[in-house]
Each structure stands twice: as C-alpha cells, then as structure tokens.
C-alpha cells in the first residue's frame, strides 16, 4: 500500500447558502484513504453520501475544509483544472451507466482518452484491450441500446479504466442489475482492485456489498458515525 490518496479534512458542505433555507449537508467530514485500498461509503438515501461522492470526485467543491487528492489541494482548483484533475485521476462508474447512444461500446471506452488527447491509434488498441478484460470483446461494435444491463455495465468499467486513474470512483454500481449481473460486476471491481492495484471508492446503500471491501465508510446526516474494517476475504474465490 502507498500513502494516502484521499485527505478529507473538516470537509462542509451547505446550499443555499446565506438563504433562509441553507441546507448543511456535509457537517466537518475528515478520512483519509490509502492508495490502493478498496473501501465503501454507506448511507440510505438523503444521509449525504452522493454529495459527498461529488467532492472526492472532483465534480463539486466544499463549502468549507481541505481536500487533496494524491496530494493536490483540489478545493481551490479553477473549473479547468478540476475538469483535468477528474479526467486524469478518476474512473467513475455510475448506477446508469451513462454510456453515449449513439456510439459503439468500443468508442465509449475511447471517450475519456479521446479528451486527454491520445493517438486515435493508441486510443483504439487500449480501449479493445480494456473490452477484452472485461470480457466484452464480441461485443465492441454494439451500441448500448443492443446491450443488457450487465453488459452496459462492464463496458462503463472498461471506460473508467481508460486514462489508468488512481481511482474508481462507483456509484451504486449494481442498483440497475439483478443479483446475479450483480456479483459479476463486483467481482471485476475485485479483480481491478487485487490484479492492478486500483484505489476503489464505492457508494452504496447495500450493507452487504459494502461488507465485501477494506473499510466500511458510515455517512449519517452528513457526518460519518463509523469506520471500521469490513470482511473482503468472504468475497474471495466466489
């Protein structure tokens, strides 16, 4: 394990703010997460852990607090350099997949290295490797609408993958799958995280999802009530 690749310090988050009806939504928030580990976020719905994902994220900056992201204080960032940050170091993987219609599976996985400025060449052959790794090879010419739920699924994994960031950043990730398509695409976050040694950050509302990574991360209210270690060993082998 490195050093650490999350630094959340006094972190707060409010909207409206100086409105009559301020939200406080993320109340002095501080982890840290070390490169390499695999840990969850919990919450039920409304508990802030969505917003709190958009600021590990780099999608939104806090109120008030520190945040460095493998090292660099990213709260201050210029809109551009936030959008870079968030190219550069996160793959974010989304409840609905949020692949373009438009485009073959093979060009989703191409798009964020389509905005980092790679060779199309080099852009192509990375994205059909990816497609092979997720075991999606016979299907890189299929548009999302010819795909299942599962499928989608992989493929945006595939595409988070694309820049080689730091992190995974999973939100919800199996909400839209049943349970079986499920465990398939937690067992590939498993994979990512022990084979190539990926920093994974998954929200969920799923205690027993969560009870499959590092570190359980509980957000209530905006604030975290508990951290502890969960048990990825029982996710092992299956």
């Not at 994220?57 to 936030?82: A, C, F, K, Q, W």
């Not at 290295?113 to 490797?129: F, V």
């Amino acid at each position: 394990m490195g050093g650490n690749i999350i630094e959340m310090k006094h972190i707060v988050k409010n909207f409206y703010i100086g409105t009559p009806n301020e939200l406080h939504i993320i109340k002095d928030v501080s982890f840290t997460v070390r490169e390499g580990d695999f840990v969850s976020i919990v919450g039920v719905s409304g508990s802030g852990k969505s917003t709190l994902m958009n600021m590990i994220g780099v999608l939104d900056r806090p109120t008030g607090g520190e945040y460095l992201l493998d090292g660099i204080d990213v709260s201050r960032m210029s809109e551009n350099d936030m959008s870079d940050v968030r190219n550069r170091k996160i793959g974010f993987v989304f409840q609905t997949f949020n692949l373009i219609p438009r485009s073959s599976a093979l060009k989703n996985v191409e798009l964020p290295m389509l905005y980092a400025g790679m060779d199309g060449r080099a852009r192509s052959r990375r994205a059909k490797e990816l497609m092979e790794l997720v075991e999606m090879g016979d299907r890189m010419d299929h548009l999302p609408s010819e795909l299942s739920g599962g499928q989608k699924q992989r493929v945006a994994i595939a595409r988070a993958l694309a820049n080689d960031p730091a992190i995974i950043l999973a939100d919800e990730p199996t909400g839209a799958l049943d349970s079986a398509t499920g465990r398939m695409v937690m067992d590939l976050f498993h994979r990512v995280h022990r084979e190539d040694g990926k920093t994974v950050v998954l929200i969920t509302h799923n205690r027993e999802l969560a009870a499959e990574t590092d570190r359980i991360i509980t957000i209530r209210d905006g604030r975290i009530v508990s951290d502890q270690p969960g048990a990825p060993r029982a996710a092992e082998g299956r």
